[in-house]
C-alpha cells in the first residue's frame, strides 16, 4: 500500500537558519503531495500542496516540488521564525484511494 | 466560512464504557473523514463518506467502532466499548468532493483518555 517516510525529530534550529525536512513516498500511479502543519493546541492546516510532477507548493516562504524521479518532496524555508515551531506532516493522496496517507511527523523547534 | 466543528475536545472514560463523538463539515463538503491520531504518529483514516454513503471503512474496527453520517451533513463517531489502546486524537476532515487532489480541512479534533 501507500505510505510517506518523513525524517525524525526534533529537528530545532536558530531563528533565521534554513529548513529542510526530508519526505519520500511510494504509492501507485501519481499521487496528490501535501505539506500540514499543526500548531501548539491547533489542528493540522495545510500549509501547500502539489498534484503533478515538477509542480512546486509554496505557502508562508515554504517551498516543496514534486520529485517523480526521486519521489520525494521536501519541505524547505530560507529563514525560520519562532513561530514556525510546529510538527509538519508530509501526506500523500493516492490516484487509486483518495484517503491521505500521513508521515509520522517533524516537530520543529525554533530558538531565538 | 466556518471550519470543521467537533465536540467535545477532551473526554476521559474508563476502559469498556462507551463515547461518541460529533463533527459538522464545511458547508457544501460532500466528503467526510475520521482519521485517528495516536501520540507521536500521523493520522490513519478511520472512515471515509461519500455524501452519506461509506467509501472506505476498510481501518475501521467494526466490532467496536461505528459512523453514520445521516442526510449526508452531520456525522456521528461512536466507540463500544472502549479499551485502553483507543487513547487517541479523533479528527474530522472535510473535502468538497472527495478528489485525489481536493484538500482535506480538519477540525481541532476530540482528544479521548481511556482509563
Known amino acids: 500500500g501507500d505510505s510517506v517516510t518523513q525524517m525524525e525529530g526534533p529537528v530545532t534550529l536558530s531563528e533565521e537558519a534554513f529548513l529542510t525536512i526530508n519526505c519520500t513516498y511510494t504509492?501507485?500511479?501519481?499521487?496528490?503531495l501535501f505539506w500540514y502543519v499543526q500548531y501548539p493546541g491547533e489542528g493540522l492546516q495545510l500549509l501547500l500542496k502539489?498534484?503533478?510532477?515538477?509542480d512546486k507548493g509554496s505557502n508562508k516562504g515554504f517551498e516543496a516540488t514534486y520529485r517523480k524521479e526521486t519521489t520525494s518532496f521536501h519541505l524547505e524555508k530560507g529563514s525560520v521564525q519562532v513561530s514556525d515551531s510546529a510538527v509538519y506532516f508530509c501526506?500523500?493522496?493516492?490516484?487509486?484511494?483518495?484517503?491521505?496517507?500521513f508521515g509520522k511527523g517533524t516537530k520543529l523547534s525554533v530558538i531565538p | 466560512e466556518a471550519g470543521v466543528a467537533q465536540s467535545p475536545r477532551y473526554k476521559i472514560i474508563e476502559k469498556r464504557q462507551s463515547v461518541a463523538f460529533w463533527c459538522n463539515p464545511i458547508s457544501g463538503h460532500a466528503t467526510l473523514y475520521w482519521y485517528q491520531q495516536i501520540l507521536g504518529q500521523g493520522p490513519k483514516l478511520l472512515i471515509q463518506f461519500q455524501n452519506n454513503g461509506v467509501v472506505d471503512d476498510s481501518q475501521l474496527p467494526k466490532d467496536r467502532f461505528s459512523a453514520e453520517r445521516l442526510k449526508g451533513v452531520d456525522s456521528t463517531l461512536k466507540i463500544q466499548p472502549a479499551k485502553l489502546e483507543d487513547s487517541a486524537v479523533y479528527l474530522c476532515?472535510?473535502?468538497?468532493?472527495?478528489?485525489?487532489?481536493?484538500?482535506?480541512?480538519f477540525g481541532p479534533g476530540t482528544r479521548l483518555t481511556v482509563l
Open positions: 504509492a501507485t500511479g501519481y499521487p496528490s
Open positions: 502539489a498534484t503533478k510532477a515538477d
Open positions: 501526506a500523500s493522496s493516492g490516484a487509486g484511494s483518495y484517503q491521505l496517507t
Open positions: 476532515a472535510s473535502s468538497f468532493s472527495g478528489g485525489h487532489e481536493d484538500t482535506q480541512y
